[in-house]
């Protein structure tokens, strides 16, 4: 996978959610209200109020040393709160901190970050939190509660992937001089740990500057590091701040060890690789299974200066896919995208690219039991759909595999399947041309990232089947800039899509998939679902207080989604492959279940010379 795909599908993974329940540390009880020093999905959070550090993480783990890494794109912006510019995540994720942090060894927990205290009662109709009296910007200036008040107002002004949660609050006020109480306009079992994780940014900061405007000046966070050195759309450093406010707080123990942190920016994954094998970056993820096995001979691994690690997961699958953009009219009918769908012939493709090793992804939260699973819907996912059955292809409740080819270019049985669903959608051949019946030929471009040089081997394989369909389907391959403002705008036919859903999946998936994203722009709903089925059993799934009825509300969102036939599902990894330079480190006997996703690499790695 590129870096362009991985960093937007972990910028997803890191704002999912679920349903949380609250387990008092201390205070009174009486009327359901309870203060906690932290809240987790299902019953009581893994960690006690006197815990030492996150059990991923080192707290003996040596400070210092630098860590240089890698990415596809390039940047034009600081900053990471509008639509507008491309900025590196990592300026929200190394310099800005939340009122709680995420625990990325459990499912879905948060503990006191900036906030030293939550507070709700049973039904969750408010959350209020107490910001801990040391917590500081890095100008030393202290963080209050008229900038976590101004930061929930301007954040959802700036970005859609915001004013979701803003819409669902009632009022938001002081209690008091470091206290700030949020009141929904109805019971939301999510919405404490969704506000809990909002960037907190300094209103000070701010004053003469429009948040919803790219610009090259970075914004003044809490966080461990501050932006040290810019070379616009090539490098960005950070470097540890002497002065941070958090290093000694538990959560915090362990992490952030390095004293700078550099990104580089390159135009292919190529052209990275060999900057890597050449010691100009420290650290390579590999999403090429056949390179891993076959790749690695150079001289740094020979030596010993380059090891490779693989690290395990839990989380659902990281689905990789095409996304056929249902806004337009060629990709309306469900047929047409299930035609689409059995030309892809996977098997074939999967040998060519990766060796045949990856297994594919069946469902988008396949790899957990969150997923549809085989076979038709199960009683309780049937009943909870059956409302919705008219909005439903008819196959809706039935098994819902994916085609098998026989590993053959040729694939034979599934372009004939395809064939016959296009013509039972009104598309025939005409002098060797798909066409409908106004005689409009079928014709459209698959958009990829220029640096995406995998993806492009995919498509063009695929191309070539459909040909022989008598589509005309066409690779155009945009720079960074483009790609951005056309996912932005919805401006494609077809792209590529990486979509990492965690364990305790919530109101990020109204951003995914809800009807808003059908002309709303900037929202993660590329494909233009448009589905009342979806928006239900999201709806369903953010209501559900028991764990079961949680786990079927998102059987049914799963299987409404693969029903849609929306995408073209590729393969996933149930592990990550990580070549780094020997001197990197992180705790191998306390793997995170998540594994390497956000709050990984490089937060809980170190440095440290080798003998």
Do not use: C
Request: hydrophobic share 45%; aromatic share 10%.
């Amino acid at each position: 996978m590129t870096g362009y795909f991985f960093r937007r599908a972990m910028a997803g993974l890191a704002m999912v959610s679920a349903i949380a329940l609250i387990e008092p540390a201390w205070g009174d009880s009486a009327n359901g209200v309870t203060t906690s020093h932290g809240m987790a999905m299902h019953g009581s959070p893994a960690l006690s109020p006197d815990f030492v550090s996150l059990p991923q993480a080192n707290p003996d783990a040596p400070k210092g040393g630098r860590i240089v890494m890698g990415e596809v794109g390039g940047f034009d912006s600081l900053n990471p709160f509008t639509t507008l510019g491309r900025a590196p995540a990592w300026v929200s994720a190394l310099t800005v901190e939340t009122l709680m942090g995420r625990a990325w060894d459990e499912p879905f927990s948060v503990y006191g970050l900036l906030a030293e205290s939550v507070t709700t009662n049973d039904s969750r109709t408010f959350v209020e939190f107490t910001l801990r009296e040391g917590a500081r910007f890095a100008d030393g200036s202290p963080v209050t509660v008229d900038d976590v008040l101004w930061s929930f107002d301007a954040l959802a002004g700036a970005h859609p992937r915001y004013a979701a949660a803003h819409a669902k609050v009632a009022r938001a006020h002081a209690t008091g001089p470091r206290s700030v109480r949020f009141d929904f306009t109805e019971a939301d079992r999510e919405l404490p740990l969704i506000l809990g994780l909002r960037p907190i940014l300094s209103r000070q900061d701010w004053q003469g500057r429009d948040l919803k405007a790219s610009g090259m000046q970075p914004p003044l966070g809490s966080g461990p590091y501050a932006v040290a050195a810019v070379d616009p759309g090539r490098s960005i450093t950070f470097r540890k701040r002497a002065d941070w406010w958090a290093a000694d707080l538990p959560l915090m123990r362990g992490l952030h060890n390095f004293d700078e942190v550099k990104v580089e920016y390159f135009a292919d994954g190529s052209v990275m690789f060999e900057a890597f094998k050449a010691g100009e970056i420290m650290v390579f993820r590999e999403g090429q299974a056949s390179r891993w096995v076959t790749g690695y001979d150079f001289a740094r691994v020979k030596s010993g200066e380059v090891v490779k690690s693989e690290i395990p997961h839990g989380r659902p699958a990281m689905m990789t896919g095409l996304a056929m953009n249902s806004r337009r009219a060629i990709f309306a009918d469900w047929r047409v995208r299930q035609a689409l769908i059995d030309s892809f012939n996977f098997e074939f493709i999967n040998a060519t690219i990766n060796g045949g090793t990856e297994p594919r992804a069946r469902s988008w939260f396949w790899n957990s039991d969150l997923a549809m699973g085989d076979g038709p819907a199960d009683p309780a996912v049937r009943a909870l759909l059956a409302p919705f059955a008219a909005s439903l292809p008819p196959d809706a409740l039935d098994d819902l595999a994916l085609p098998v080819s026989d590993g053959s270019e040729a694939n034979r049985a599934g372009l004939r399947r395809a064939a016959r669903l296009l013509e039972e959608a009104g598309w025939t051949v005409t002098a060797g041309r798909r066409v409908n019946a106004a005689g409009e030929p079928m014709a459209f471009e698959i958009l990829v990232p220029i640096g995406g040089a995998e993806m492009r081997a995919v498509v063009t394989i695929w191309v070539r089947a459909l040909d022989r369909l008598g589509i005309a389907a066409r690779l155009v391959a945009v720079d960074d800039a483009q790609m951005t403002a056309r996912l932005r705008d919805y401006d494609f036919d077809i792209t590529p899509i990486t979509r990492a859903n965690s364990l305790s999946p919530g109101i990020e998936q109204l951003l995914y998939w809800g009807r808003g994203g059908v002309t709303q722009p900037g929202t993660r709903n590329i494909a233009g679902v448009d589905s009342p089925a979806v928006e239900a059993m999201i709806a369903t799934l953010l209501a559900a207080r028991d764990p079961g009825d949680f786990r079927t509300a998102v059987r049914a969102l799963d299987r409404a989604l693969m029903a849609g036939r929306h995408v073209i599902p590729m393969w996933f990894a149930d592990r990550s492959r990580l070549a780094h330079d020997r001197r990197l480190h992180h705790a191998t006997d306390r793997q995170p279940v998540y594994g390497d996703a956000a709050g990984f690499l490089p937060d809980i790695w170190w440095w440290q010379a080798a003998p």
